[in-house]
């Protein structure tokens, strides 16, 4: 990476802290970066990365063009976009007032990794045996969501 950054890239794609460490070692510069696509910024904003952010934009040139992704726009990402933003045009898909719908009903099941397969089943199993229900599975990695996958086609 290090190398490829100091012979010069068109696209840099990076965490904000690695990029910052790039930066800071002198292995790149943003002098002449035109174009800053931030992607889930809500998401970077929550795990803390506000400063690193606002360290990188600091360093572009003033005539880039920034994109923001968010699939939320609380307060936080409101006021980055003030800071950072100018003449910009804001998409929106859906309602920016979203509101929790009181008719779902939730239950958090505290168990060991170890458990959680099994009782996934048992609640899917529960829940198919019902007429029109719909389920969301969260997860946080791509081969998790694989491996649920299989599993639910497997189990039919």
């Given at each position: 990476q290090a190398r490829d950054l100091e012979r010069g890239v068109e696209i840099c794609i990076a965490t904000p802290g690695r990029l910052i460490d790039f930066l800071e070692r002198g292995?790149?510069?943003?002098?002449?970066?035109?174009?800053?696509?931030?992607?889930?910024?809500d998401r970077m904003l929550d795990m803390g990365f506000e400063p690193q952010i606002r360290k990188i934009i600091e360093q572009i040139r003033p005539d880039r063009q920034v994109l923001m992704w968010s699939a939320t726009w609380p307060k936080e990402v409101q006021t980055l976009a003030e800071d950072f933003l100018t003449d910009y045009t804001q998409l929106n898909i859906g309602s920016l007032t979203l509101a929790a719908n009181h008719n779902i009903l939730q239950i958090v099941d505290v168990c060991q990794e170890h458990e959680k397969e099994m009782k996934l089943r048992k609640l899917l199993q529960e829940i198919c045996s019902e007429k029109e229900t719909k389920t969301i599975i969260f997860v946080e990695t791509k081969r998790k969501v694989d491996e649920i996958t299989r599993n639910i086609c497997y189990d039919g």
């Open positions: 292995t790149t510069n943003l002098r002449r970066c035109t174009y800053l696509v931030l992607d889930e910024a």
